[in-house]
């Protein structure tokens, strides 16, 4: 089962950086790498849980070091999702992750938007730029660099919360997602992938978060997925990433035919594709050999992502 064309909505933009591409920048850069070839790092991809593949994804874009590098990788990701049946994405990047390793913002910001200002014309997708922040470093912290970007007018739509969950819930972000709906930001935060399902309440009530990154663990809280469907806020749902970092055990156990059953506005995403095993497509490849949807669920999955995309009417109709 191919993808339908879609929107993808939960795309880490550093998640999209193939071993390959690894190597080539590293060559490019200088860089010695503590792998000897492809197979060494490709060895790695074996997760237990986030904090398992977090150490790896932040360790291997230490390769990105200039605009070019940032240009390329974005560019690399377009062109296989357009491939995948991607016409509108909007992309998450980690710019304190950057900064923690002495890149400039102007150098992963401008990198990135410069893929990204071409992509129309070169992928026929149309994108926004979201800058996640960490949650597991200090909020003050995270403020800060929102007044950078606001500071150098960075082309972005909206902030996310993303990285290690538990622990960090979101009530410490308030004041960072205050200041981004002052400057009309749009809002997402990851809630509900390991966290328990107080957190995606809390993104909501909060934050003030639009759309819900993962939020698979509200299928424990009963009263909480009545809500979510009431409210139709949109869950933006990874099934090879959940499966790889064992929030589920296999994808047969993936709540996502569930989720539609209750009438939550789920969409599929890919998340960090070089490091869960495929983009889109493969994400609904794979749902298609393990579960039966109907035309009509899979019609809904895709109409679920364009609906929930921050875009005007015009190009949400073109997508319809
Ligand atoms: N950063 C990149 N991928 C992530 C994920 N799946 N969850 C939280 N933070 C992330
Ligand atoms: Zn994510």
Do not use: G
């Given at each position: 089962m191919a993808g339908p064309p879609c929107a993808e909505l939960h795309l880490h933009i550093e998640g999209t950086l193939e071993p390959e591409l690894i190597f080539d920048l590293a060559e490019r850069n200088g860089i010695s790498l503590p792998y000897s070839d492809l197979d060494e790092l490709r060895a790695r991809y074996e997760f237990t849980d986030l904090q398992s593949f977090l150490d790896l994804y932040y360790r291997n874009?230490?390769?990105?070091?200039?605009e070019a590098d940032f240009a390329d990788m974005t560019r690399a990701y377009l062109r296989r999702a357009a491939a995948a049946g991607v016409r509108h994405s909007e992309i998450m990047m980690d710019p304190q992750a950057h900064l923690a390793r002495g890149v400039a913002l102007e150098t992963c910001v401008n990198g990135v938007a410069s893929a990204l200002a071409d992509s129309e014309s070169e992928f026929g997708i149309s994108t926004g730029l979201i800058a996640a922040f960490l949650r597991d470093r200090p909020a003050e912290e995270a403020l800060e660099v929102l007044e950078q970007l606001l500071d150098m007018e960075a082309p972005i739509i909206g902030i996310g919360l993303d990285s290690a969950e538990v622990g960090h819930p979101p009530s410490g972000f308030v004041d960072l997602y205050e200041r981004a709906r002052a400057a009309g930001l749009r809002r997402i935060a990851h809630a509900g992938e390991e966290g328990p399902p107080g957190y995606i309440t809390e993104a909501l009530d909060l934050l003030g978060a639009e759309r819900i990154d993962h939020g698979i663990r509200c299928m424990e809280d009963d009263a909480l997925v009545q809500r979510l469907a009431a409210e139709q806020v949109p869950l933006t749902v990874c099934p090879l990433s959940n499966v790889r970092l064992r929030a589920v055990d296999t994808l047969k156990d993936h709540p996502l035919p569930a989720m539609l059953a209750r009438g939550l506005n789920v969409c599929v995403n890919s998340d960090d594709p070089a490091y869960f095993g495929g983009y889109v497509d493969e994400n609904f490849a794979q749902l298609g050999r393990t579960f039966t949807f109907t035309a009509d669920d899979l019609a809904r999955l895709a109409v679920n992502s364009v609906r929930s995309a921050f875009i005007g009417a015009e190009r949400r109709s073109a997508l319809l």
């Open positions: 874009m230490d390769v990105l070091r200039t």
